[in-house]
């Protein structure tokens, strides 16, 4: 079945630690996001690539990166996880121009992370 | 720059009572208008979208929604909701800026009571 796929589905990591949440598309989409949930904040872009080899810093980029070595896969990096990068995390992708579809996104199930 | 304001957090309605989820957007170019759906613990799917023509745009499970460019506004309704229609409703902005920005509202919270 053609999506987005997320992993690991929840996570405890304790302050401090370096985790990587991992996102893997097969829809060829050129464009892919990383938004993190928080209650009453809606969605916030983290970090984007409009297609692969490249990325862009989005809302909240501080304590995260990511890379885009290939079309499929837009991991995201904790390099050392704070408390407040407890939420749960949204990868999707978009493409963009592709039959008039003006960066309709579609998202994977989600990772829902604690930091303690 | 593109905004988003959900006007309500939460809404609460009693089965087959129509129910109007509001927003409201600015932006200092043309815009492009979702609204999209999550139910607990899944991920966001798309609901509707506005790219031109009719204002009135019909979605899935029978909701639609109304661009009003006059009032920056692309409110969602369904005219009889269900149990099912429990979920989060996200409206989010896009627009063209050198490449493409998609800004989300905060969501309104659709509670659906027997």
């Known amino acids: 079945i053609a999506g987005i796929t997320q992993a690991p589905t929840s996570q405890i990591l304790a302050a401090g630690r370096r985790m990587t949440l991992r996102c893997t598309q097969d829809?060829?989409?050129?464009?892919m996001y990383w938004y993190r949930q928080d209650l009453g904040l809606g969605l916030r872009l983290i970090h984007y690539?409009?297609?692969?080899?490249?990325?862009g810093k989005g809302e909240v980029p501080d304590g995260y990166s990511v890379s885009r070595a290939n079309t499929d896969d837009f991991p995201l990096t904790l390099a050392s996880a704070v408390p407040s990068q407890t939420s749960v995390y949204f990868c999707?992708?978009?493409?963009?121009?592709?039959?008039?579809?003006?960066?309709?996104?579609?998202f994977g199930p989600g990772t829902r992370l604690t930091v303690l | 720059a593109q905004s988003v304001t959900q006007l309500d957090s939460q809404v609460p309605v009693f089965e087959e009572a129509p129910v109007e989820l509001r927003c409201n957007y600015s932006?200092?170019?043309?815009?492009?208008l979702f609204w999209y759906v999550q139910y607990p613990n899944q991920g966001l799917q798309l609901l509707l979208k506005y790219l031109s023509g009719s204002t009135l745009v019909k979605g899935i499970n029978g909701f639609e929604a109304e661009f009003n460019k006059s009032q920056t506004s692309f409110h969602l309704r369904k005219p009889s909701v269900h149990i099912s229609d429990t979920a989060e409703y996200f409206c989010?902005?896009?627009?063209?800026?050198?490449?493409?920005?998609?800004?989300f509202g905060a969501g309104t919270r659709l509670f659906v009571k027997a």
């Open positions: 989010a902005v896009s627009a063209y800026t050198g490449g493409f920005k998609t800004i």
């Open positions: 932006s200092s170019v043309s815009v492009y």
């Open positions: 690539s409009n297609t692969a080899g490249t990325t």
């Open positions: 999707a992708s978009s493409d963009p121009g592709s039959s008039g579809d003006t960066d309709t996104q579609y």
């Open positions: 829809m060829r989409h050129n464009a």
